[in-house]
Each structure stands twice: as structure tokens, then as C-alpha cells.
């Protein structure tokens, strides 16, 4: 990897616009789709990457070309620019598609946490974009703890019950029934940090749910970690902002956010009445960035 590279002109023309593709020219096609699987790599210390960023951005037929790669792959292109370089996606049906009990069973035999590991994702997005002018602003970062998030499920499942009493639904399901609704009212069963003497913090906790997604998150290219407090400070990245853009329709997602749990600056979370709406069917599985099973 070589040193920072400016955002600069191309040294040659670029190829002209009905040229025939030729084998190199697929090769670097695949090459900048590769880049994009790689999402901690940035394109301002890469200059293959920048180069071939460059191309896509100034040659249609390349780009074309690349987005075909793509999509061959089962991969959907986000965005392709110096911000974010080529930001894709793992499609349904992708073999890089991440699947929320294939994740979960790396932690836990207990095939009922996947709700939870689910909802600790969508907790997260939910925290670091709590409002649609944060997720539409390019520049906006935003910040999110462990406990802040933890804390953030157990006041949104205080709020589903107040709500479920005030409209005489039953309120306590099964521990085993499906949904995130059933997810929401086994986290706040849940112990917090588990029950060690000295309080460390297991991996079936709800916090050590919630650092194994930040931490999955973090790997992936989405989060940067920042700190140590509360158990864990993260800041997100552009692909992040992409990633909840494009999942930002699904139901579980607003579901969450209509609850009016909204986080302040430091990661606590603070409860303020929510807005009347219509309820939202919620999707089993549902969960950042995966793909029900």
C-alpha cells in the first residue's frame, strides 16, 4: 500500500468512449470490484484504487463494465466515489451475502439469539442515524457506545410495553416466538453484562450482543473504533451511511425509530414521546447488514 494519494487529473486520456473491451479492460473491471470487497481499504493511500476509481467515474463503458462484474457476483453498487471509493452491497442471493443465523451460531447454540443479535444491529443503526437529515447528510458522523446501545433496546422495550398495556395486548409471548417484537422483551430479560463476580462482560450478555455486533461492524468496514468507555466507543463510515441508506425502508428499522428513543451526543439514550403512527409489520431475521434466512 503506498503513501496518501492525491485526488488529481489522470496522466493519459481516458479510452475512448466506443472502444472495444478487451480482456485488460475486464480485468481491471474485476480488479476495482475486488477493491470494493475490501472495505477497510481507502482510496486516497491506494493509487491502483484511485486510478481505477478515476476510470469509472470518467469512462462510461468502464463503468458499465464494472457495475456488469458486479452484479454478476450478486453484488448491488451503493455508491462509487473518492468518499466512500466503491461501496457495494451483498445482494439476497450473493455468496457474500451474511446470513443473521449463520452469525449468530458463531456465538451462541441458542438458534433464539439470532433475534437478538438481529436487533442489536438495527439498535446501532438506529443510534447512529436517529434522524433522516443525519442519514442523508454526507458529512455526518455519527457515534455510538455498547452500554449507550444497550441501554437504548431496554428503554425501547419499556416503551413496547407501555404501549401494548395502553392498548390491552398480551405482553409477555413466548421466549421462543419469532419476531423482534418477541426480541425486544427477551433482551430486557436478559442480564446486562452476565453474571460473573466481577462483572465481566459474556458474550451471551446483552452488551457482549452488542460488542460482538460493533466489533463485526468494525471488520466489516462500517465502524471505527475510538475508545475504551462504555464499553467500547465507535464513530461510523461513509459505507455505513450507504449501508443504512439502502436498509432504511425496512419496516423493523422505522418500527424502532418510531418508538422515540433518540440517543444524545455521548451515547445515552433519553425517551421522548413518539409521534402517532400506523404499526408496521416487523420481519423476522430482520436485521444490519444481513439477509433473512
Known sequence: MSEHVEWSEPDGPAPAAGAAVTPADAAD??????????PK??????????????????????????????TGLGLIVLEVSPRAGMA???????????????????????GGDRFLHGLAHLAVAAMAYPRPEDLADDGYIGRITVNGVDAFVRQACRRLEERAEE?????????????????????????????????????????G???????????????????????????????????????????????????GVVPVTDGTPTLLPAEESDDLELVADAGLPFHSS
Do not use: C
Open 209 to 259: 450482543i452488542v460488542a460482538k455486533a460493533a466489533a463485526f461492524l468494525t471488520e466489516s468496514g462500517f465502524l471505527q473504533r475510538t475508545g475504551d468507555d462504555h464499553g467500547g466507543t465507535y464513530r461510523t463510515t461513509a459505507r455505513y451511511q450507504l449501508q443504512v441508506r439502502d436498509l432504511a425502508g425496512s419496516a423493523a428499522l422505522a418500527e424502532l425509530l418510531d418508538l
Open 41 to 70: 481499504l481507502q482510496p486516497a493511500r491506494d493509487q491502483e484504487y484511485a486510478d481505477l476509481l478515476r476510470r469509472y467515474r470518467e469512462d462510461p463503458p468502464f463503468a458499465r463494465l464494472a457495475d456488469a462484474v458486479a
Open 88 to 110: 457495494v452491497t451483498a445482494a439476497e442471493d450473493s455468496v457474500f451475502a451474511v446470513r443473521m443465523g449463520d452469525y449468530a451460531r458463531r456465538t451462541s447454540a441458542d
Open 29 to 38: 473491471a474485476a480488479r476495482l470490484v475486488s477493491f470494493g470487497l475490501q
Open 167 to 207: 392498548q390491552g395486548e398480551n405482553t409477555d409471548p413466548a421466549t421462543d416466538a419469532p419476531g423482534l417484537e418477541a426480541a425486544w422483551r427477551i433482551w430486557v430479560r436478559r442480564s446486562a453484562t452476565g453474571a460473573t463476580k466481577d462483572a465481566r462482560r459474556l458474550a451471551g450478555s446483552t452488551t
